[in-house]
């Protein structure tokens, strides 16, 4: 059936601010929907609580609402739209929740809006666990053994009847809240309390535990007349025990013969066919017990979710984008392949390479939290590497974890105690994967490992393999090192570093080599279909071939990626999320994307986060999906020749490769290095402060404890400890005596041996505030001022904050703003700036200065309705400059910024808000004025903060 | 000479033959390096996998990401260098229960990265071992996605490869001497010489099956439909046929040209003529469209993969098909025919899938319903020809 001709208008449900379990990968889903929605010129209305996505920019629906995903929210959209249908599938659990709620409070029914793309039967089947294992037992699937309890009583039958050792699952849970593993019945009257109580509707499933069997998920799209295609097949690297968000995982599928593979197929279509009729996306998973081949059913999840953005990413093939126009009635073989163009979007992606994902955890800021992986998930974040063959894959995705690995080992990180290793290797924590390969290289039995992990052989030896090649380029100096064991190191993935630190020469030396020898990146693209059909989307990964040679002799060009004419940037993105560095980085890459498009020029996007919208392949004229790793990015320098790089987008992932772009002589289009050298330098940042006559607290910066306590006596306590050059506060807290001073500094050099620490007197009791402004080297203008409800003390992305300041008296914001504008100045900024500050007795002290976009930008953006970033990109590109844009903020009340957290998911972490940021997600909440509810109780409780 | 390095794969797996397979480290050792030529000169440089020694064929390729046993024993591919498009290839081992006949049919095998350890409890042996039993001289550590462009782009050819002599001017010489597919007369070469029975000798239904290559999950996918078949050899006569008295007849998938077996076309013709049920899968379609005056073609690259969309006209449903051909029916010419209904299209390519006949009980799909390796989507035709017997 062509497109339902009665929907014009349609209602997207966003996910709301980012928590651990639903992140970023539903702003991809979200934005993928509404853009593909408005192609078929339909009218999109999206609500979404977080200011941080692009979906809730006006370049993606044509209203936006950023309001609370709440039941009066939708009544109020409503009540000003005609809304036809409402998509409630693209926004993770929260949207398919509040839809839920919305349906059974007949608020759809009320407004005439007619729920698409999900099945409100299917949803209730996948989600109550009880009536998702009767149905799969009643369409002949086999699933695990188990039974619901409602209460306490039951469960502990259940258990008995099961034996130990078993899992607990609570119903209609997000990311595996409450559930887990118990091996004991000692341990499980606690888990199963806890679980009953993470449920809403206190409902428990108690399985058998299939711990160790190989874990499996089919990702499957369907149309109205019950066409069913499975876009990707993604084996878990990490056997069934270990959250699937908190998976290694691979696909395609590593270890599945045809046979088994087929049967799961057949299965997955079953039962996404047995559980309701409707046309979208839908996951499934599925555990394979190695001894036999038995499949059984895991889980369903009837709508787009973190594993189709991963598999969307994977293959190529947009999920979200048809999974939309599934839903206003186009069929699948009616629609085009939108990688091929040529082809039909009705068929399977056949993929020529790997990719691995690494979840990217961040218990660091969880102190006290229980880091060993299971059913719950933890991790903040994902990246993917993409590669001929899985070792490529495996070390490229380990090269963008950014956890100061140059890969999996070779560089000189190994862990080198044999009892820890162990250790690590059965009870799976988040650097399981590198003590793997420290076993091997230790000497530790091919047996014992797979005993212990529980990982697939195949798996296993491919890390082996990676030992025993090093071994044999150890062997040989780098100048006798034979040209095919370079290559072959290269092909594994090996980075010239890793090579160099095995061969103990420089990262140079081995790139040299490589020069000499002729060994370069060749870029393959990501087509769908295994270079059958031609592809027209620049979707690209690196690798190393041999090329082939003509009858002559000719060397035939193998690489895919052919430079153009055009001038080109290229823009660094900010890699995996995780605290500190999150989403709001990818808005403004993305952002920053389309104004140089806007511009004329061919825009190249570097970056290897699956979940976000940067890496869609129709963002960027040209997509890298690339490490943010030096090696990778200088050699798409090197074939792209760009006018230049833009680093003030991707966060401090991107900036940090200012000095190295610099060095090597490559321009950094906006601020110039030294600029943002000199932001960074606290010595040099006070010097210039001093100069500019402007106020900033009393600092020193010291190497070890004995200083410590020396220049604490100049500074006077309470003072501020961090190491310098750190992210979103890490390691960072405030002491008030001489002992504890001493043991932070002496817990820091532990983590950072080597780094210098910064001690700042602070200001007790002081008001925060912090503006972003858009410079251009010649005038400033500030595009917003906010100020800390909570006074000084909490990580600014810890606080909440209002736009504009509330309490401030004019002459102190007119002196913030002043400062802003000298500092802004001072540093020739050409593009975006944030300055944070602290108010005491009516003195302004400026704390820090980071020359590039910052969190609060797209906050601003959406609160003012301004697009900030694209003014910044032109003024970088030097098309603009400040005077030619018209400045029209929409100033109404008040936009209060709320931060979010996950606490949910480290039962025994203590909550207490510090320096440290903690907070994954932010929501924008606006008020009337200072009378709001909201505020006054946020106002009220703003020194409860240690105890929140 | 071109080879001037070793190529260097760790190679410290193998897997002793047994029911239970032990790993066994070895240090890291090297290939012997391998090359493959193609007609229009181009080299590629690999390694050595399988059979030491020199192989030719035309060369073709496969986008599958499972069921290589399934692939390298299936008979239409006789005569054929495959080309594996995935990545890796041996990861699962192999299985005495994957063959889809009674032996390796491809001529030699090209691929990426090759796995000698593999990860199946149930399995038997490595690929590896698989290979050198059945003596297939294949290649690996080849730019495979580099290769398939150049096929898309050149068309299919003959090409060699060896792993015991690298002089170019040798192979070259060689590969003169490989006859063109086009014109090939392959199916008697893969046929079986006897006939022979499979399934229940006492099922209601009985289903004469002409043997032209035919894939074991075929005969499974009957045998399961509570029928019997008898396999008769290609150059079987109607006659011969028509003695057992069956109920249906099949015309199986096959190597080669279409328009070199007439013999083939005979037979089926005069099995319409009867007017009884026969069901054509491949090269058993193309025999019956041209005993239907339909003409057939070789396609520039064919289609070989386990993804390829095809939409049934009769029922607006879809279906992802394995697929494995380098010849096709003529469009035109059945569009011009008036007994002939096309019941299934490519949704890539907009060619030719299925046919029916308007004035028989006779129907036929390009495609692999059976699959191995492949979707099951397609399944549902071998009912409807049970239906069409069944009457």
């Not at chain 1, 009858?551 to 823009?571: A, D, F, M, Q, T």
């Not at chain 1, 610099?662 to 906006?670: M, V």
């Not at chain 2, 990861?91 to 063959?99: K, L, M, Q, S, V």
Request: hydrophobic residues 40%; glycine residues 8%; contains cysteine.
């Amino acid at each position: 059936m062509p497109k339902h001709s009665a929907i014009q208008s349609v209602l997207i449900i966003g996910s709301g601010p980012i928590v651990i379990g639903q992140a970023c990968e539903f702003d991809y889903s979200g934005s993928q929907a509404a853009r593909s929605l408005r192609e078929e010129g339909i009218e999109v209305i999206l609500i979404n609580s977080n200011p941080a996505t692009i979906m809730t920019d006006p370049v993606t629906a044509d209203h936006v609402y950023l309001m609370p995903l709440e039941k009066t929210s939708i009544i109020h959209i409503l009540e000003q739209h005609n809304i036809d249908a409402v998509l409630p599938t693209m926004g993770g659990q929260t949207a398919l929740n509040l839809a839920m709620k919305c349906h059974k409070a007949g608020i759809w029914e009320k407004y005439g809006v007619e729920m698409i793309g999900v099945d409100v039967d299917a949803i209730e089947t996948t989600e109550d666990r009880e009536q998702f294992r009767l149905k799969m037992l009643e369409i002949n699937a086999n699933v695990c053994q188990g039974e619901t309890a409602t209460s306490f009583l039951r469960g502990k039958e259940i258990a008995q009847e099961i034996g130990f050792p078993l899992v607990i699952r609570p119903s209609y849970t997000l990311g595996g809240t409450g559930g887990g593993f118990v091996h004991t019945p000692e341990e499980f009257n606690e888990a199963l309390t806890r679980g009953l109580k993470a449920s809403p509707i206190h409902e428990v499933l108690i399985e058998k535990s299939i711990l160790g069997w190989k874990e499996y998920e089919l990702e499957l799209l369907r149309d109205n007349v019950g066409n069913v295609i499975i876009i990707c097949s993604i084996e878990n690297f990490d056997p069934m025990g270990i959250h699937t968000g908190d998976s290694i995982t691979v696909a395609p599928a590593m270890t599945l013969s045809d046979k088994v593979y087929q049967h799961m197929r057949n299965l997955a279509i079953k039962v996404m066919n047995g559980i309701g009729q409707f046309a979208g996306g839908c996951n499934i998973q599925f555990s394979v017990n190695p001894e036999n081949d038995e499949i059984i059913v895991i889980e369903v999840n009837p709508r787009v979710s973190r594993s189709s953005a991963l598999a969307s990413k994977a293959t190529g093939y947009p999920i979200a984008k048809i999974a939309a126009k599934l839903a206003i009635g186009y069929n699948l073989d009616e629609l085009p392949n939108q990688i091929t163009k040529t082809t039909s979007a009705y068929f399977e992606p056949a993929l020529d390479y790997v990719i691995v994902k690494i979840p990217r955890w961040n218990f660091d800021k969880f102190k006290g939290s229980n880091n060993q992986l299971g059913l719950q998930m933890k991790s903040v974040g994902e990246v993917m590497g993409i590669g001929r063959n899985f070792q490529e894959a495996l070390q490229k995705a380990c090269q963008s974890l950014e956890i100061k690995r140059n890969g999996l080992g070779a560089d000189g990180r190994e862990l080198t105690n044999q009892q820890e290793v162990l250790d690590s290797l059965a009870n799976p924590s988040g650097n399981r994967l590198f003590h793997i390969y420290d076993a091997f290289k230790m000497g530790i039995p091919f047996k014992t490992i797979q005993k212990l992990t529980k990982i697939d052989k195949w798996f296993l030896h491919q890390i082996d393999d990676l030992v025993i090649l090093e071994k044999e380029i150890q062997k040989y100096p780098l100048a006798e090192l034979p040209k095919a064991l370079l290559m072959e190191a290269k092909q594994k993935g090996y980075a010239d570093r890793q090579i160099a630190h095995l061969l103990r020469c420089l990262e140079s030396e081995v790139y040299k080599r490589r020069q000499e020898l002729g060994i370069a990146r060749v870029y393959k693209m990501v087509d769908t279909c295994a270079a059958e059909f031609e592809a027209q989307t620049p979707y690209y990964y690196s690798t190393f071939e041999e090329a082939p040679l003509t009858e002559k002799g000719e060397v035939l060009l193998n690489n895919e990626s052919i430079v153009s004419e055009k001038k080109k940037i290229i823009v660094l993105g900010s890699g995996p999320n995780r605290i500190g560095q999150g989403i709001e980085f990818d808005y403004s890459c993305v952002h920053g994307i389309l104004a140089a498009k806007e511009c004329g020029y061919e825009t190249i996007m570097i970056n290897c986060n699956p979940e976000t919208v940067s890496t869609d392949f129709d963002i960027a004229d040209k997509l890298y999906f690339e490490p943010v790793f030096w090696e990778h990015i200088y050699d798409i320098i090197q074939h792209e020749q760009p006018e230049g790089v833009i680093v003030q987008l991707g966060g401090q992932t991107a900036l940090k490769l200012a000095e190295k772009l610099n060095r090597y002589g490559i321009p950094i289009l906006g601020t110039a290095y030294e600029a943002l050298d000199l932001a960074e330098d606290r010595g040099k940042f006070s010097n210039l402060l001093k100069k500019l006559r402007i106020p900033y607290p009393k600092f020193g910066v010291i190497e070890d404890a004995e200083q410590a306590v020396e220049l604490a006596k100049n500074l006077d306590f309470p003072l501020l400890v961090r190491p310098s050059y750190v992210l979103g506060g890490q390691s960072m807290k405030i002491v008030i005596n001489e002992q504890e001073l001493e043991q932070h500094v002496v817990d820091i050099l532990n983590q950072i041996p080597d780094n210098q620490i910064l001690l700042d007197h602070f200001l007790e009791g002081a008001v925060e505030a912090e503006a972003d402004a858009i410079c251009d080297g010649e005038d400033v203008y500030i595009i917003g001022v906010m100020e800390h409800i909570e006074p000084a003390g909490i990580h600014s992305g810890d606080s909440n904050a209002m736009l504009p300041p509330f309490s401030l008296s004019p002459m102190l914001v007119e002196t913030i703003e002043l400062y802003t504008k000298k500092i802004a100045l001072a540093l020739k900024t050409e593009g975006l700036i944030n300055i944070q500050f602290a108010i005491k007795n009516d003195q302004v002290y400026v704390i820090e200065a980071n020359p590039r976009a910052s969190r609060t930008v797209p906050f601003i953006c959406k609160a003012y309705q301004e697009p900030y970033v694209n003014y910044a990109v032109k003024i970088m590109l030097k098309e603009n400059k400040l005077k030619d844009f018209t400045f029209a903020p929409r100033k109404k009340g008040y936009a209060i910024k709320l931060p979010v957290f996950s606490f949910d998911k480290f039962p025994n972490v203590n909550k207490e808000l510090g320096p440290e940021m903690k907070s994954t997600g932010e929501a924008i909440y606006f008020v009337e004025n200072l009378q709001d509810e909201l505020f006054q109780k946020l106002y009220d409780e703003r020194n409860w903060y240690l105890s929140r | 000479m071109f080879i001037d390095s070793f190529f260097y794969v760790s190679l410290k797996y193998f897997s002793i033959f047994a029911a239970h397979s032990t790993l066994i480290a070895v240090k890291y050792t090297q290939y012997q390096e391998a090359v493959l030529l193609l007609e229009d000169g181009t080299v590629f440089k690999g390694s050595a996998i399988g059979k030491i020694g020199t192989t030719t064929g035309e060369i073709c390729f496969n986008t599958g990401m499972t069921g290589y046993q399934e692939i390298y024993t299936d008979p239409s591919y006789y005569g054929q260098i495959l080309v594996n498009t995935n990545t890796h290839i041996g990861n699962y081992g192999t299985i005495p229960e994957d063959n889809e006949s009674s032996g390796v049919k491809i001529s030699g095998m090209v691929c990426n990265y090759f796995s000698t350890i593999y990860s199946r409890n149930i399995a038997e042996s490595s690929l590896q071992a698989y290979l050198e039993k059945h003596r297939v001289v294949c290649i690996s550590n080849i730019d495979t996605r580099q290769l398939v462009k150049h096929i898309r782009h050149k068309g299919a050819m003959n090409a060699i490869i060896s792993s015991e002599n690298t002089d170019l001017k040798t192979l070259k010489a060689q590969l003169s001497e490989v006859p063109s597919m086009k014109g090939l007369e392959l199916s008697s070469k893969v046929s079986t010489q006897e006939a022979y029975l499979v399934g229940n000798e006492q099922a209601p239904i009985r289903i004469a099956v002409l043997d032209l290559g035919v894939k074991q999950n075929i005969l499974n996918n009957f045998s399961q439909r509570e029928a019997v078949a008898k396999v008769f050899p290609a150059k079987a006569s109607f006659a011969e046929m028509q003695a057992w008295q069956p109920h249906g007849y099949f015309i199986s998938n096959g190597p080669g040209d279409p328009a070199a077996i007439p013999y083939a076309v005979e037979t089926v013709k005069q099995i319409l003529a009867t007017n009884q049920p026969l069901f054509g899968i491949c090269l058993g379609h193309q025999i019956l469209a041209l005993a239907s005056d339909v003409g057939t073609f070789k396609m520039h690259h064919g289609h070989r993969g386990l993804n390829h969309p095809v939409k049934n006209l009769i029922t607006g449903r879809s279906e992802i098909t394995s697929q494995n051909h380098g010849f096709g029916v003529n469009k035109e010419d059945i569009e011009q025919n008036e007994n002939i209904e096309v019941t299934h299209v490519n949704l890539n390519d907009q060619s030719i899938e299925g046919i029916r006949r308007k004035d028989k009980k006779a129907f036929s799909v390009q495609y692999h319903p059976e699959a191995s390796p492949g979707p099951h989507d397609a399944n549902y035709l071998f009912d409807e020809f049970m239906a069409l017997i069944k009457g």
